[in-house]
């Protein structure tokens, strides 16, 4: 058994400040007061313990006292992402089997129609009845479930454990020290691992996070630049602003600041050079949702000399190739540690995350001499753009649907802003126009997975058993 | 499943320092490959993996590649405290069934005649043969035994886990921090939980430890005050040394000195005021043997606002008081966490640790409005003694076996360089003298629970069911 975060670190240290957000601050007591009203008002509106509900809302302090009040109440948070499209939010509100989706008000018209759903402001304006709140939470509890696609094309819900989230961000520490004036600012999405581990670092560790509803260059360099926050995490195209900025304004990183932790593939050594230059220290991590959060990390001290490397993995985990004997072999990426999620929901949840405790990642790599890991491929051909992974199966499905497409290959293709964006090809059963198909996509699709192109072609590349060579795919332009 | 620290600990930072002693530096993977070679050797020479086995020796790095070895060989090892008397030593020895103890070759005068010794030199003088190390360790196994005593006297071999020193070492920097720079002096016995637990923080956090055969307060001195050393933990009587030479040499700690933990019975308010001018920050902890180090820390910013305090408790620990439903209410101390030990072994193997999950400390205390933990009073008239924990039942059987005695009460007296000493009260049936009493005590005792002084009385106080009133003893001076 281990304490409930919010109510310890509120017993631990009070007085210290826990959050802040356009000019405002709470302390962790006042983030356990308002989180625990908040659990007796969603347990007065229906909201039971130990059950299941989706969350869906805007980076904002009010989004942070409803997740913090799921915790209470033990609930199985499944964190929708704001940027999908009606379609794909209906299949995991469905496949999870949520009681009810608690919604940011504003966030409604994201939603599908047939779903029980309780608003922000009702809740904050229910009166709400004192319960119990629980001191402890078991280790095995799932405190988070986020979606993330494989090869099938069908998003999985895949579960974060209370000791997954705890090893994370433990192991973290070992890595990368811990002051009681750090402050961690935290402008990646909250329904991500990358941005919700931070709030739970921030529980376990007792330090401030500044958020950002969003990712702002400007105000982040200069929260970077006078010391007002000590770590970030972000990934590479928003590290290319805040260097611009930085560069623009002749500025350096304060010497208060500590380190960014770059996820969502590696950073270009263009860039690295670049942050040198500017005094600011950068740590590259691999990570992925199923191991709630990093699973590697690079330090600044290796950025260069290790250039392209993920790092060593953290304290608790282990990482092997499969098949691998020696340094340099390549082969599929296999995790292993308290970390790892033990499995998924819905319909997904008789598949196992694990083979004989070792996950099994798809992404291909290989160990150095001294076992620094290179990661040479990501999963399924996946596609890394802006930090967000899409997974081409997700895409063709949508677009095998459209009535007039036969068959759909979609690839990512490099691009200077995102890092890659998705292009699809497709062959034709009954004549259609570029533009119709982009519009069914933008119906069905997540803006940032739309294809940024669409090529018309008479088949596509398949091997000896007819599937799909995504990766001959580019030969066709 | 965890990774085994020492290996782990020498991929992630092969070259940091692990270990100084007397101007020689190892790094970690120097630590990694002399313990695995001794792993080899003591696996030739017959310790068998996850047997059980005893080790005896002075703090040096060759006491120290031992136990890493026997953790290497996942062995219970059982610590054996180098000031016991012989028949203390064999009590040990017995009551745990080790297949071996594995001494250093200084201490074999220390030991009983009859049982397998394999001295460190014929360790290290092995051929040794290379077999396979285990890369992961089980949370629930037993990395070591410590003995300590209770109420019956008896001392009883407590487990500690890799869980439990894993909990209390992540637990730590939840509430100290760390950093790379860091660095613990240690000048505390490796057998006890105060000097092991500096190891495995080192080999969890990555920091280097600058060891001492003894204490030595210049030498200590000189490490603070040129800030070579950033942590230390410390006993009251120790403190008092250091504070002594460094305002006798106008002194004071470097900056870089972070914190000493000083444990063992609260610091006396005028030594806490003399730390401060001499810029010597303290945390006050309260813990044991049972929970494997520290269980609640005072801040060193607390240290004048909450005199007489132990502090809060560590992160994933709770503290309560039994039968107290309000602050200021008195009762014994119950202790609840990942780092509380499973049980004991020996004799003592059936007997729970815990009921209900929780220690029973037999410690009394309360809690005030803020939660901070008030000591009242030690277990079962529990003496402390230049931080050596001594029971009286423990020295009562001892005299109760001499054969010109026919009942004996032993209690602590205050004393200005120890805390406290043990002194005995004792009524005769045939006649002795005080010299053959005490004569008797030191083959029989550690030095340090040898009675600083023998009263003869008539009869002991004694409660309606016959039960010694230690406390009473004092009024019979």
Redesign the interface.
Known sequence: ???NWIL??A??TPKRSALTFEGKTWNFEQMKDISVQRAYQLSSLGIEENSRIAIIGRSRPNLIFIIYACMHLKCEMVLLNRKLAIDELAYQIKDSEVTYVIADDEDLPLLPNDINVLKFSEVENCKGTPIQID??WSIDQTTSIMYTSGTTGFPKGVRQTVGNHQASA?AS???I????EDVWLCAVPLFHISGLSILIRSL???NAVKLYEKFDANGAVDDIATGRVTHMSLVAVMLERILNRLEENVLKASPKFKIILAGGGPVPKDYLLRAQKVHLPIAQTYGMTETSSQTATLSNQDAIRKLGSAG??L????IKIADADKPFVEGEILI?G?HVTPGYIGQFSEKSATID?WLHTGDIGYLDEE?YLYVVDRRSDLIISGGENIYPAEIENVLMAHNAIREAGVCGMADETWGEVPIAFVALKNETTKESILQYCQEHLAKYKVPKNIYFVESLPRNGSNKLMRRKLKELL
């Open positions: 058994m281990y304490p310890q670190r017993y631990l001191m402890e433990l520490i070992l890595n020290g811990l002051s009681e376990l560790y007792g060593k993995s304290f608790f985990n282990q292993r308290p405790g076992g």
